[in-house]
Every structure is written in structure tokens, then in C-alpha cells.
């Protein structure tokens, strides 16, 4: 069985705080259909200093597990963190997240079909005009997500985009994109900013063991059988 894209929540245009504002909470909903599925939340913190700031997430009341994070070309002005929950209900189901410290918030959601899990994150992060993060040794068949937090605009992506919101640069997380590949090798998640700090964080989404027809028992098995039961 092969992953697939499911869908993208709230929309493409990502979802959290707007202009200057700063919150503590960020919600929205997000509908899932289809079977093995799995969910994977990003979400860029924008806040200075941010590095005792922490943030949790759950999905339809679940907690979401936390893949990683990574700051800003490795500073305290903002971050980028990836969640995941294999299994997630069908339907609309809320997504909220929940800081420790009011921050600028930008996020988004994307769910997979045909998937089991997610691999090991990658991270990577630097000061440059083309934030990316390489995932190695992914199989055909499975896909890649990420999430990348910058204090510019992220313009596009070297990856399918799942959803862009350009928040602020008021910080170095301020500004957030998520964006998916299929796997096989080496993939790497790219985006194109203007020279900024940025971080960028990346999973491998594992496809579901194929489901196995029922074996069908030969004409001398069949006669075996009835023999036992007489």
C-alpha cells in the first residue's frame, strides 16, 4: 500500500495568530477521510526569546506526539515543530495548540491515507535566501512532509505546498510553509525566502503493510481437513 495525500487543514492558507497579535492557543478543524491514516501537524513559533517556550498539541482530543523542533539558525527567536497521530478519526476534528508563552503562532495540518507511521525527523537549519532539510534513505512509496519557520516571506516551495502563511517578521518564526514529496532516496524539502534566519523540520510518512488475500487451501488440503473432522 502506497501513501497518499489526504488533506491540508484549515486550508492552504495555514491557520494561528494574524498581523502582531500573540496568543496562547491556536485552533481550527480539519477533516479526515480514508483509511490508515495518519496526521501531522507543523507549527512555528514566533517569539524572542523562545527558547523556555513550549507548545503541545492534540487532535480530535488526542494528544499529538511530538517529532521534534528546531530554532531559527539555532538562536532563541522563534522555531519550528513538527506533531503526528497515527490513527486519527474521521470527520472533522479540531486541532488546537497550546503555548506556555503568548507568541506569534503559524500552523497548519496535513493527513495521509494508505499510512502506518511517521520515520525519525530531520532537521536543519541556517541564515540564507533557500531554507531546506534532506531526508536520506526514504522508500517508494511512502511520502515526506515538513514544516519551516523564517522571519520573511516564504515565497514557494521546491516540494508540492501544503499550506504558506507569511504571519510577521517580527521574529524568526513568524513565518511558517508546509509542503510534501514522495519518497524514494534522498528527498530534499526546499523553499525560497529572502536572506533570513529560518529552521526547517522533516519526516518520512510510512505506508501500511499490504493487506494479504486469503489463502486458498489445495484440493489434497481440503480432503485432510474433512478427514479430521470425521
Not at 45 to 73: D, E, H, K, Q, Y
Request: charged content about 5%.
Amino acid at each position: 500500500m502506497a501513501v497518499a495525500f489526504d488533506a491540508v487543514g484549515p486550508s492552504s492558507a495555514g491557520g494561528g495568530t494574524t498581523g502582531a497579535t500573540t496568543a496562547t492557543t491556536a485552533s481550527w478543524s480539519h477533516t479526515c477521510s480514508g483509511v490508515n491514516l495518519v496526521v501531522v501537524v507543523g507549527v512555528a513559533i514566533g517569539a524572542n526569546p523562545s527558547g523556555s517556550v513550549t507548545t503541545t498539541a492534540t487532535f480530535g482530543g488526542v494528544s499529538m506526539t511530538s517529532l521534534g523542533l528546531v530554532a531559527a539558525n539555532n538562536q532563541t527567536a522563534g522555531y519550528v515543530q513538527l506533531f503526528s497521530l497515527v490513527g486519527p478519526a474521521t470527520g472533522a476534528s479540531t486541532v488546537a495548540l497550546t503555548v506556555s508563552t503568548a507568541s506569534t503562532i503559524t500552523a497548519g495540518s496535513v493527513s495521509f491515507t494508505g499510512a502506518s507511521g511517521v520515520g525519525t525527523a530531520v532537521t536543519a537549519f541556517g541564515s540564507s535566501t533557500a531554507p531546506s532539510v534532506t531526508v536520506t534513505g526514504t522508500t517508494s512509496g511512502n511520502m515526506v512532509v515538513d514544516a519551516v519557520c523564517t522571519g520573511t516571506a516564504v515565497s514557494s516551495s521546491t516540494q508540492t505546498p501544503r499550506w504558506l502563511k507569511n504571519t510577521n517578521g517580527a521574529t524568526a518564526g513568524g513565518c511558517g510553509a508546509s509542503a510534501t514529496a514522495a519518497g524514494g532516496g534522498s528527498v530534499a524539502m526546499g523553499y525560497a525566502i529572502t536572506n533570513d534566519w529560518w529552521g526547517a523540520i522533516a519526516v518520512e510518512v510510512l505506508a501500511a503493510a499490504a493487506a494479504t488475500a486469503p489463502r486458498r487451501l489445495s484440493v489434497q488440503s481440503q480432503a485432510v481437513l474433512r478427514a479430521s473432522f470425521r
